[in-house]
């Protein structure tokens, strides 16, 4: 339910973005009849029956394949670990490249694919490990199999890493108005894109922090000292591989800008550092 509100609250496709995204579902023959220009955010839901083929594209004339379908928007697997493990193993490269380049012998296409991957999962095959009320009907093996489904190379290249707790009745049947609407969070998330592209420069072809190199991060994610020495901590203490490194200060940066402030402090670190240590939990 929350993954499909995503495209709500993201900012409206530029022109550049819209063109690229209408070219995609063109060529891959799944843009709506009559719609000349996509402006919505693609989300694509694929089930978890699909073949490596389904996710990245290909075929004996190439097409594109979800992780390009969903190129400027959404691509969210649901019940995660239930995908075979060569499947989600083949979006390492994507989600570093944000492209896709497929071989065969009459030629070479590549694919655009810079998506916002979304994952979900059940801490075990019941649903239940950890639960304050409901007791899990698994053994321990089992729990540590079904976990084992995500391979460590795989969740080191989610940037966010969260565990939502049960919600209460009282909590599930509260009216709607008390409830933010997607347009106020979008408004927060598009001044937040905003102050991002006046530090970066129209001309950086950067929409999003997601999308810096170890170049821009070093030049844009600027950290005081007490920043820097969370930092450094949380990496000695938690092992980070400095792919780890390099997202909690994307994740950080983006605080930063939702913040409006434009050196990264400790506060901004600490949340980045909160949003990801699910890992330690269940894969530690």
């Known amino acids: 339910m929350l993954a499909k509100r995503l495209p709500s609250i993201l900012p409206p496709l530029t022109f550049a973005e819209a063109i690229e995204t209408t070219k995609i579902h063109s060529v891959a023959g799944v843009l709506p009849a009559g719609v000349s220009l996509l402006s919505v955010r693609p989300f694509r839901s694929p089930h978890h029956t699909m073949s490596p083929v389904s996710l990245v594209g290909g075929g004996i004339n190439p097409l594109p394949g979800e992780v390009s379908l969903a190129d400027n928007g959404v691509l969210f697997l649901d019940e995660l670990p ?42 075990c095959r019941c649903g239940y490990f950890g639960h304050p009320t409901h007791p899990c009907t698994c053994r321990p093996e089992e729990v540590k199999r079904y976990i084992s489904r995500i391979s460590g190379p795989m969740l080191d290249r989610m940037d966010i890493q969260i565990e939502l707790p049960s919600l209460s009745y009282e ?114």
């Open 82 to 123: 239930e995908f075979p493990k060569q499947v989600t193993d083949t979006l390492r490269q994507p989600l570093e490249d944000r492209k896709v380049t497929i071989t065969r012998a009459n030629g070479r296409v590549t694919f655009p694919c810079s998506f916002m991957l979304v994952g979900a999962m059940n801490p």
């Open 171 to 284: 909590e599930i049947s509260a009216p709607d108005e008390k409830a933010e609407r997607s347009e106020v969070i979008r408004a927060r998330v598009s001044a937040a894109r905003a102050f991002a592209q006046k530090r970066m420069g129209d001309g950086s072809g950067i929409f999003c922090n997601a999308q810096l190199d170890a170049h821009g991060i070093h030049e844009y994610c600027t950290l005081d000292a007490q920043a820097s020495a969370l930092l450094k901590a949380a990496y000695d203490r938690m092992g980070l591989s400095a792919r780890g490194y390099d997202r909690i200060l994307r994740v950080a940066r983006t605080i930063a800008d939702l913040a409006g402030e434009e050196i990264i402090g400790a506060a901004h670190v600490a949340e980045a550092i909160q949003l990801r240590t699910l890992d330690r939990k269940y894969w530690g």
